[in-house]
């Protein structure tokens, strides 16, 4: 079965600085994998996916996510943290067994500071 | 407003009472999925459609849950005799049926049993 882990359950960061979300999957065959972001009492909203290609993913907001196939991670990054990036940031895998429904991780709480 | 839509946002409910949500997804996707997520934990797959079928159900989903789409569109997501460990935020998504295709997430609807 896959899944993905998020080693952290909070992440702070100043305003400004770089930040690192980290996400570690498992997977049999080539992973689909995902990043969303999650505001209070909102639903989760889409930022960026890996599917094949380019080791570096673009997506929206200015973040981006590293694709590592030999570590089996997927680490999201900003070059540059903004207080309104603060939210709940989640990984997830495709599923391998049809559909395109999504393993998610547990999520890490990005708090981004002045 | 195209987005994913559910109804209600709130509800509170006593225990043993039944709850019915609706989800309005996007138009033009073929694919809707049920997702329960709680506090402190990712979202957690329910069950998806594409069109009208009901084409898998986690063990999560238990005989006092039932999902519907009966025209390809619209879906509805009823709990019988609620019990408190229903209490949840549940998550609704659609999606094109290509695989690569990011699921796009309603603002959910919180669910209180008291």
């Known amino acids: ?114 | 407003d195209t987005g994913v839509s559910q109804d209600p946002r709130h509800k509170i409910t006593k225990r043993g009472q039944n709850v019915t949500f609706r989800c309005d997804p996007i138009s033009e996707h073929n694919r809707l999925y049920w997702y329960r997520q709680t506090l402190g934990q990712g979202p957690e797959f329910l069950t998806y459609f594409q069109n009208e079928a009901q084409l898998e159900k986690s063990r999560l989903l238990s005989d006092r849950f039932s999902a519907e789409r009966p025209k390809g569109s619209f879906s509805t997501l009823e709990i019988q005799r609620t019990e408190q460990g229903d209490s949840a935020m549940y998550l609704c998504a659609s999606s094109l049926p290509a695989s690569q295709s990011p699921l796009h997430f309603g603002n959910g609807t919180r669910l209180t049993v008291t």
Do not use: M
């Open chain 1, 1 to 114: 079965a896959q899944s993905v882990a998020q080693p952290e359950d909070q992440v702070n960061v100043a305003e400004g600085n770089p930040l690192t979300v980290k996400c570690t999957y498992s997977v049999s065959g080539n992973p689909y994998l995902f990043w969303y972001v999650q505001y209070p009492n909102r639903g989760l909203q889409f930022l960026l996916k890996y599917i094949t290609g380019d080791n570096l993913v673009k997506g929206s907001y200015g973040f981006e996510a590293e694709f590592n196939k030999s570590q089996t991670s997927f680490h999201l990054k900003k070059p540059s943290a903004l207080v309104s990036d603060s939210a709940l940031y989640f990984c997830a895998v495709r599923d391998t067994g049809g559909g395109n429904k999504l393993t998610f991780g547990t999520g890490t709480q990005l708090k981004v500071e002045l």
